[in-house]
């Protein structure tokens, strides 16, 4: 039985390795190179999964998709995933913010460990095979072929393309019922105007809120040249990222640094009372770095130059709004990410979630970013493509 699996990324080489001997697999790349991604992930380290043990929890780092995963990961979620790693001799260890990465800290030793198992399934990757045109035979059989004439015969297919369809590859699928989301881009920074000033500084632990949708999340920002950057930036671009678009990436967000309004107004007080001869820009609440701790003085319209003993209950009432909800614009989508992921994608209801086979074709199979689920930072979008491609590869196993 010929397996022909379209895509050599995560969620393709995962089924490669998890097929059992006796298939003819056949891995077909558009590009020059396996798992390439993979290789990339995480800085270089890969952040192959997240700790988190509470299937509830895990899926709500899913802005899309994750209600659907639920059971999909109750049967290989990350505790399966490290196990099967460990027993091909791979060791995970855990960050303190929850990401799992192998213990090497190299993405290679999950490039190699998938590549060698995978082998020694017997596939064969054929490289620089752009798959174009998709369709079904007289006799059930399935053929897929590339823009220069090559063609490729098989019983089963499994499409694990990443966030990126080919054009006439997607609509082959739709001419056979299949429906897609628009890809959109997602975990992306901001460009912003008139906080070029901060660029460099990192705020710990602030608040980001999009008030037009109710989106609110919190963790670090980084300012760049740009704009915005940072975990708190990248949920938040996830969280939205198909109403951003929309609106062509403009939109209104309000920064908050300190989570306690009192602990500004104790300080203040006690600036007053106990340095008083101390000027505004060289006494500042311990959360608040100096760069914006002046940002913000400015943007109040107080001088840095003021001595606390002369800071007016209406300076405190206008450093305090700042404080807590500093607005900022957005002008665009910042070109650069580290770890961006497309949204969007093949439909979940085309596609049988116990098996990751198409509700329209049989034996045809979908794994990983070319479905519609695409996850915050944090190991959460590999996870998906190990998840669904284990499934997929279970089902393909039990086709013999
Ligand atoms: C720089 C970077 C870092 C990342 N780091 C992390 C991380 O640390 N942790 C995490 O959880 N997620 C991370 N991600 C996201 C994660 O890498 C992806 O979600 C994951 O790789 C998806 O796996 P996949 O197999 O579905 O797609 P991919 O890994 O994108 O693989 C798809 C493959 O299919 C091939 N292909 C596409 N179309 C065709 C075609 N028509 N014919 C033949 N071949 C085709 C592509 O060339 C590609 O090799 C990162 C993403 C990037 C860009």
Redesign the pocket.
Known sequence: MKIAI?????????CAANLKAGFEIEV????G??????E????G??????AQKNVSEFIKAYPRGGKSLRKPLMRFGNSALEEWFLKKGVKFKTEGDG?VFPESDD?LTIVNCLHSEARKNGAAIRKN????NFSKMPDGKYM?S?QDGNAVIADAVLF???????A??KSALERMSHKFAEPLPS?FGFKAEGLEELAGLSLRDACLKCPEFGFETSGDILFTHEGMTGPAVLKMSSLGARVFAAKGYKLDFSLSVLKNPESFDLFCKEARAKHSKKLAKNFRHPEIPQKYWEFLLEKSGISGELEWAHFSKENQKSLRSNIMSLNAKTTAKAAN??????SGGLELDCVDLNTMQSKFLPNVFF?????NI??F?????????WT??FIAASSINSLK
């Open positions: 379209v895509g050599a990324g995560a969620a393709g080489m995962f077909l790349e558009q590009s190179g396996v798992l390439r991604k993979v990339q992930s995480g800085g380290r890969c952040n192959i999964t997240n990401r993405s095979f752009s798959a174009k897929l590339s694990a393309t990443g966030g990126c369809w080919n006439d590859l975990l990410t580290r770890e961006f992921v497309t794994a990983g970013e070319c479905l695409d996850a930072t944090g190991g959460y979008n590999l996870q998906a493509a669904t491609s």
